[in-house]
């Protein structure tokens, strides 16, 4: 079945990066698009980022724009974030997310359980 | 900015009927926002209800439908129970890779 599996949260000061990795099996990886969700404490969902199945083009929401990469290596089924000039407004759990299609974004069709970012001195 | 905007909070009687919906602050939500739906509950992922406006994800009950109402996108509940008491959660896709979140509804069966 479909397993997607979050790492690399942890507690980073203000302005600090983190890394953060989902591992995906029990599917084909390399033909579907991912995405980055995140939920901040006692909020809401909010998309952060898509990356098209080859990588090629990449998307972000404003609020990570120009701080956030998202990446992914279709040799090993991974998908990446790395988060620089870390806020503390970017505190979240965050999760991946496979998408039901390659190119664009259809909806979310497949939840990992999701990693804790922590931003704060 | 675009804003996607949800009842914050809705109740609904045991056996009742519950639409919740789905504004666009830009415009008419239609099927090419790809509209989907999402519950929640506390310290769990989402879970996938609906997507493309109407199809129900493998394993969701047929009491959950969801449309496009007027303007707006809608999920609806027909014979609500009680472990449908979750937070909800609609999605448009606005084009060029964007996806929007509304602030999602909390729905309370009693």
């Known amino acids: 079945q479909v397993q997607l599996v979050e790492s690399g949260g942890g507690v980073v000061q203000p302005g600090g990066s983190l890394r953060l990795s989902c591992a995906a099996s029990?599917?084909?990886?390399?033909?579907?698009?991912m995405h980055w969700v995140r939920q901040a404490p006692g909020k809401g969902l909010e998309w952060v980022a898509f990356?098209?199945?080859?990588?090629?083009?990449?998307y972000y929401s404003e609020s990570v724009k120009g701080r956030f990469t998202i990446s992914r290596d279709n040799s090993k089924n991974t998908l990446s974030l790395h988060m620089s000039s870390l806020r503390p407004e970017d505190t979240a759990v965050y999760f991946c997310?496979?998408?039901?299609?390659?190119?664009?974004?259809?909806?979310?069709?497949?939840w990992g359980q999701g990693t804790p970012v922590t931003v704060s001195s | 900015q675009t804003v996607v905007t949800q009842e914050p909070s809705f109740s609904v009687s045991p056996g009742g009927t519950v639409t919740l919906t789905c504004v666009l602050n830009s415009g008419s939500v239609s099927s090419s926002h790809y509209p989907s739906w999402y519950q929640q509950t506390p310290g769990q992922p989402p879970r996938t209800l609906i997507y493309a406006t109407d199809t129900r994800s493998p394993g969701v009950p047929g009491r959950f439908s969801g449309s496009i109402l007027g303007n707006k996108a809608a999920l609806t509940i027909t014979g609500a129970q009680a472990d449908d008491e979750s937070d909800y959660y609609c999605?448009?896709?606005?084009?060029?890779?964007?996806?929007?979140f509304g602030g999602g509804t909390k729905l309370t069966v009693l």
């Open positions: 997310a496979r998408d039901n299609t390659g190119e664009h974004p259809h909806y979310f069709e497949y």
């Open positions: 029990g599917f084909n990886f390399s033909p579907y698009g």
């Open positions: 999605v448009l896709y606005l084009g060029n890779g964007i996806s929007v």
């Open positions: 990356i098209r199945y080859d990588g090629l083009y990449k």
